[in-house]
């Protein structure tokens, strides 16, 4: 009893350094902007004005719908081309299979930063820019998959090909395979893509600054930009409270799926 008594005391103090920034941004929103900094933990008055001030000063609840919506497609849009790709590259056998899985490879080692001026250049003779559709776009078949796909390739290698044989004796064919057995028994992985692939997105900060222009179509990272005074200085509180909205959502998303993300990618690594 003692043993846990110490390790559960061990483990709450390796927290601090993890829990201490999220503690200061929340209760740091809710003080007047002479108190920001401060040595005091609590605020000696506290104020739920800045809260307001954030929907007064930008359209944060549009923002916030942008950044909901484009990260929700996507994740989908993501998952289901992860998916197939991953499952051809690991149950299909067709020529130059292997150097074209490394050719995609290649994408992760290729910085966003690269490719965001000859994208502008496209997105804006196709009538694209100051939308969604580049944000939505890039990601589900650019680079940003890339690691999606790998996840779901090592997944779908780990099953038995037992499951395949039974299979098509009962009749199945590929297509009838994939959706019947393999992609039900990808659940894990198709956890941990959903998630670092929402807060990717939901995190996406140089490519709406780039493709956006107006408050209305603007996501949340580039909205946290703009709460500043009238000299051009931050209001420290009322960007706080604005970050508070956009973290705290998520990351109680992530604590509630952390299992199913750990487990997602600890199949990953069983057989390649």
Same mark, same amino acid.
């Given at each position: @009893?003692?043993?846990?008594?110490?390790?559960?005391?061990?483990?709450?103090?390796?927290?601090?350094?993890? !829990?201490?920034?999220?503690?200061?941004?929340?209760?740091?929103?809710?003080?007047?902007?002479?108190?920001?900094?401060?040595?005091?933990?609590?605020?000696?008055?506290?104020?739920?004005?800045?809260?307001?001030?954030?929907?007064? @000063?930008?359209?944060?609840?549009?923002?916030?719908?942008?950044?909901?919506?484009?990260?929700?497609?996507?994740?989908?849009?993501?998952?289901?081309?992860?998916?197939?790709?991953?499952?051809?590259?690991?149950?299909?056998?067709?020529?130059?299979?292997?150097?074209?899985? !490394?050719?995609?490879?290649?994408?992760?080692?290729?910085?966003?930063?690269?490719?965001?001026?000859?994208?502008?250049?496209?997105? &804006?003779?196709?009538? @694209?820019?100051?939308?969604?559709?580049?944000?939505?776009?890039?990601?589900?078949?650019?680079?940003?998959?890339?690691?999606?796909?790998?996840? @779901?390739?090592?997944?779908?290698?780990?099953?038995?090909?037992?499951?395949?044989?039974?299979?098509?004796?009962?009749?199945?064919?590929?297509?009838?395979?994939?959706?019947?057995?393999?992609?039900?028994?990808? /659940?894990?992985?198709?956890?941990?893509?959903?998630?670092?692939?929402?807060?990717?997105?939901?995190?996406?900060?140089?490519?709406?600054?780039?493709?956006?222009?107006?408050?209305?179509?603007?996501?949340?990272? &580039?909205?946290?930009?703009?709460? !500043?005074?009238?000299?051009?200085?931050?209001?420290?509180?009322?960007?706080?409270?604005?970050?508070?909205?956009?973290?705290?959502?998520?990351?109680?998303?992530? !604590?509630?799926?952390? /299992? &199913?993300?750990?487990?997602?990618?600890?199949?990953?690594?069983?057989?390649?």
């Amino acid at each position: @009893m003692s043993r846990k008594v110490w390790l559960y005391g061990l483990l709450c103090l390796l927290c601090v350094p993890f !829990v201490f920034p999220t503690w200061w941004m929340v209760t740091s929103s809710m003080k007047p902007i002479s108190e920001i900094f401060s040595e005091s933990l609590l605020p000696r008055e506290w104020t739920f004005s800045t809260y307001e001030t954030v929907f007064r @000063m930008q359209p944060f609840g549009q923002q916030y719908w942008n950044s909901l919506y484009i990260a929700v497609v996507v994740t989908v849009g993501t998952m289901a081309v992860a998916a197939l790709a991953g499952y051809a590259f690991a149950r299909i056998r067709f020529p130059g299979q292997n150097v074209l899985f !490394v050719v995609v490879l290649t994408g992760l080692l290729i910085p966003s930063e690269v490719t965001i001026v000859p994208l502008f250049q496209m997105f &804006q003779s196709l009538g @694209m820019t100051n939308t969604h559709w580049p944000l939505i776009i890039v990601p589900i078949f650019g680079a940003p998959c890339v690691l999606a796909i790998f996840i @779901m390739r090592q997944f779908f290698i780990a099953l038995p090909p037992e499951l395949e044989e039974a299979a098509r004796m009962d009749g199945l064919g590929r297509a009838g395979i994939f959706y019947r057995i393999a992609l039900p028994l990808s /659940r894990p992985a198709l956890g941990a893509v959903a998630i670092f692939t929402f807060l990717h997105s939901w995190n996406l900060y140089l490519e709406p600054i780039v493709y956006l222009s107006t408050p209305d179509m603007f996501t949340l990272p &580039q909205a946290l930009t703009q709460f !500043v005074d009238i000299y051009g200085g931050p209001m420290w509180n009322v960007q706080l409270a604005a970050a508070t909205m956009t973290a705290v959502p998520i990351l109680i998303v992530f !604590v509630v799926a952390q /299992r &199913q993300f750990i487990e997602g990618l600890a199949h990953t690594g069983v057989k390649g």
